[in-house]
């Protein structure tokens, strides 16, 4: 078991101390480096810039953006990485997209296939509309599910995130024999995990009248967004404004709001599978990397902590920042991811 020590938020885990964080992202950029200038050595000699061949570099290191069908769902997602390396599934969150990944895929891309696709109802995944397919958490874990299988994918490490959460505890859940490592960042699985900041959204579970959906509105509004869910424990230096503004112009497509306030209120079904989830936790004992921004205002970190209860193993690492920690700090991140999965997948 790892501990956590309260006095150093970057790092909760005694074998992996601030600067050997550093020295793996350092070695992580280094090697990428280094792959960077073979490939782009070997590749000029083959084909010259001229010819607009894409070179090794391209395959292995580029992000590409693609689509695949699920029944009526055309989903849309990114991917970087050599198609026979361990494949690494991203989860993202609300109200965002695969977007927020655009940092984090490059630095494991030497390693890894990263997979990235946008979930029903948000960035670039083409839906049907309300009525015609049900925004539940439910119904998006059949499409990720579908969207596996349709690109063949029989094992892969989970990234989850926020929304993401449910959904890959979900598919952890029905397929454990797939699931080589869980990572969460800010994807929570416990009643721990809870701010007091939950209070609209509660009383619309309690009682979805009309009015409690109107009082979870204020949750969409951009200044929600930018200033408290991105804002929020972040440092201003850092935190482009990429990501809010993108999240702030998808909840500006028609229709959107609603979508949204039809999975607030399902999101009830997600804690009532929170025994469900904790019981795949202690039956399979999946490795777990819990890397929080400390500073989130929605999943606090004892949530974090608690995956211990049912994970005695699970290792947890607190950053100084709020829920969305990539867009401060992808670089630490990746380093805790290559290092925990070089590990436990023996990459």
């Known amino acids: 078991m790892t501990t956590f020590d309260p006095a150093n938020s970057g790092n909760g885990n005694p074998g992996v101390s601030r600067r050997k964080v550093l020295r793996v992202a350092v070695a992580g950029a280094g ?3 280094v792959l960077s200038s073979s490939f782009v050595s070997a590749a000029a000699s083959q084909h010259p810039p001229e010819t607009g061949n894409a070179t090794a570099f391209d395959d292995a290191f580029r992000v590409t ?9 055309e989903v849309f997602y990114r991917e970087a990485g050599p198609k026979n390396a361990p494949v690494l599934l991203l989860l993202h969150g609300f109200p965002t997209s695969s977007h927020m990944f655009r940092n984090l895929m490059p ?6 296939r990263v997979i990235a696709p946008d979930l029903p109802g948000f960035g670039n995944t083409t839906t049907p509309a309300r009525g015609a397919f049900d925004y ?6 059949k499409v990720i599910e579908g969207f596996t299988e349709a690109l063949g994918l029989s094992r892969y490490a989970l990234y989850i995130f926020d929304y993401g959460a449910p959904v890959g505890l979900r598919l952890a859940a029905a397929h454990p024999e797939r699931v080589t490592a869980i990572i969460s960042q800010n994807g929570n699985a416990y009643l721990e995990g809870f701010s007091d900041q939950w209070d609209p959204w509660q009383a619309y579970w309690r009682d979805p009248t009309p009015a409690n959906r109107e009082a979870c509105r204020p949750s969409l509004l951009p200044a929600t967004i930018r200033d408290w869910q991105y804002g929020t424990g972040a440092d201003p230096q850092k935190l482009s404004p990429d990501g809010y503004n993108l999240d702030i112009l998808y909840m500006a497509r028609p229709g959107a709001e609603d979508i949204q306030l039809d999975l607030i209120l399902d999101y009830r079904s997600n804690v009532s599978a929170y025994p469900a989830f904790q019981a795949y936790l202690r039956q399979h004992q999946p490795p777990l990397l819990a890397v929080w921004g400390k500073h989130d205002p929605a999943f606090i970190p004892p949530g974090a902590l608690a995956f211990r209860k049912d994970i005695p193993d699970a290792e947890v690492h607190l950053l100084d920042t709020g829920h969305f920690a990539l867009e401060t700090h992808a670089p630490e991140v990746a380093a805790y991811i290559r290092e925990f999965l070089a590990r436990k997948l023996k990459v």
Do not use: C
């Open 65 to 73: 953006f693609h689509k695949q069908q699920v029944g009526d769902v």
């Open 31 to 33: 090697a990428a480096s």
């Open 107 to 112: 630095l494991l891309a030497s390693q890894y």
């Open 136 to 141: 539940t958490f439910d119904n998006l874990f």
